[in-house]
């Protein structure tokens, strides 16, 4: 065979174990560092490729001095910095401990995580749960009410769900996700769908494993948040798939995407962990009233796991009312959508999108075809202040930067010609 009937080959067995993978919910575990391998007690995790303190911006910054209070190592945000800062805490990216985390994407040894398995190999991925809108730590916000809430969602909200889960034998969030694109979601920014489905599933497990104020509560506070709430169970998900792609001789297709508000990080099959980064873009998108362009934080989190595995902003056709959310157009949803099956390795066997007359979403970001017709991954997301404490201030659009997929591509070639 010639070299591009190798990767023909290596990009196929690639999307035929992404198709495989089965994401079950099996489980919550209360305190991350149980579980998340390489985690102990002075670990913080975070978005994006790896990155240095000095170098974070404003809102990772500020979510790891707000976490080290919550922890119990400082004692207030003054604190929480100066020890951040003094070179006691080991900081790493979410990817490279199989955990994925929204946003700034904190994940703190004593918070809980969700624990999704798929059934097939028994690979498992792991992350937090989602805080709801509002002052949020994941955009760096911080105070009494994140800290209380928090503490609720570690004492309250993560063993009622536990004990659910458990009750349940486990849950798809595969067919969740499925679902959810022909009931309006595209599995990034907007997820109303599949968390109403997931209290569908979840309810009557919860219903029997605990008294009927607690499960209300818990309820109400998924409901109340259903356009965000299923995101952190859509992303580990996202990540079980496109990490059954990993370590494929001549495999050209991207397995992980993230940001950590200062670079965005690509990582490709065949080359192991090394992560290819270009500057983090600014997001183009509708800000809420008294913010702009100049307020944003450049794009964050590592949710765009999401469009690795063919959801997200490759599944916007499906999803006419997020435009709604992030600007453009019902028609220019679609178009996005067009234009990904361009970069893309093939079409998913399980995601369709209704109004394309349930044509599978793109997926496989090849970064071959990336560099030849110079088009990159298109994104939605939320956008963050630069400045810690203030939190969301908008959602929109943007493209992954075109330089590191060339640097890839010539680490690629390097390789194998």
């Known amino acids: 065979m010639n070299i591009k009937e190798y990767i023909d080959t290596a ?14 919910l099996i489980d919550i575990e209360l305190e991350a560092k149980n579980i998340i391998p390489g985690m102990d007690n002075k670990t913080i995790l975070h978005a994006g490729p790896p990155i240095e303190w000095e170098r974070m911006c404003g809102p990772t910054q500020g979510a790891i001095a707000g976490i080290l209070v919550y922890e119990g190592l400082a004692a207030d945000l003054t604190e929480g910095y100066e020890i951040a800062a003094s070179g ?50 994941r955009f760096g916000g911080w105070n009494k009410e994140v800290l209380d809430r928090l503490n609720w969602m570690k004492s309250v909200l993560a063993p009622t769900l536990k004990k659910a889960i458990k009750h349940s034998d486990g849950i798809n969030i ?24 997931f209290l569908s599933e979840l309810t009557p497990h919860m219903l029997d494993t605990t008294n009927n104020e607690i499960a209300k509560e818990v309820f109400l506070f ?91 902003g490759f599944a916007m056709a499906a999803s006419p009312a997020i435009v709604s959310f992030v600007g453009g ?54 956008i963050a202040h630069k400045e810690a404490g203030i939190g969301q201030i908008g959602a929109g659009l943007t493209a992954a930067p075109y330089d590191m ?9 390097a390789k194998y010609l």
């Open 222 to 312: 998924i409901k109340k948040n259903a356009d965000i709430f299923h995101l952190n169970l859509s992303m580990p998900h996202s990540k079980l798939i496109a990490d059954a792609a990993r370590d494929i001789d001549y495999c050209s297709l991207v397995v992980a995407m993230a940001r950590n508000g200062t670079d965005i990080g690509i990582q490709v099959s065949s080359l192991g962990r090394e992560w290819f980064t270009s500057p983090a873009s600014i997001v183009e998108g509708l800000y809420f009233p008294g913010y702009s362009e100049k307020d944003a934080c450049p794009d964050l989190g590592d949710s765009t796991i999401s469009e690795v595995i063919g959801i997200g």
């Open 405 to 413: 997929f060339k640097d890839a591509l010539k680490a690629f070639g």
């Open 329 to 382: 157009s019902a028609r220019e949803a679609t178009l996005r959508t067009r234009r990904m099956y361009e970069i893309s390795a093939g079409t998913s066997s399980i995601f369709t999108i209704p109004s394309l007359d349930f044509k599978g979403t793109p997926v496989g970001i090849d970064i071959r075809k990336v560099v030849e017709l110079d088009e990159t991954p298109l994104i939605n997301t939320g």
């Open 11 to 24: 990009n196929k067995k690639a999307l035929e174990r992404m198709a495989s993978v089965q994401p079950i």
């Open 88 to 137: 006691e805490i080991k900081f790493d990216c979410n990817h490279d401990h199989d955990t994925v985390g929204p946003m700034t994407g904190i994940t703190s040894p004593h918070q809980p995580v969700f624990v999704l398995e798929d059934e097939l190999t028994g690979k498992k991925a792991y992350c937090t749960l989602n805080e709801g809108r509002g002052r949020v730590l």
């Open 174 to 197: 595969k067919t969740i996700i499925a679902e959810s694109l022909h009931m309006g979601d595209e599995g990034h920014n907007r997820n109303r769908s599949g968390s109403y489905l």
